[in-house]
């Protein structure tokens, strides 16, 4: 499955590189594509990620996931 999750904060590849990081240490997560210039993150897994724990990661690392 793959889900678009916008992602507020992002101004440079650094940014999207850091994203990309803490997405890809999530259980469950497959692949991750970030683009910073759309503000979205890519995220393809096979089980359905625990969402709060990567909206809480995303904001720990300084970033805010959009519902």
């Known amino acids: 499955m793959k889900r678009i999750l916008q992602v507020e904060g992002m101004d440079c590849k ?3 590189a850091n994203v ?7 259980a469950n997560i497959k692949k991750a594509k970030v683009n910073f210039k759309k ?3 890519l995220v393809v897994y ?3 990620p625990n969402w709060e724990q990567l909206k809480a ?7 805010k996931i959009i519902d």
């Open 20 to 26: 990309q990081y803490v997405l890809m240490n999530q």
């Open 39 to 41: 503000g979205q993150a």
């Open 46 to 48: 096979d089980e359905e």
């Open 14 to 16: 650094h940014c999207a």
């Open 57 to 63: 990661d995303i904001a720990e690392a300084g970033y």
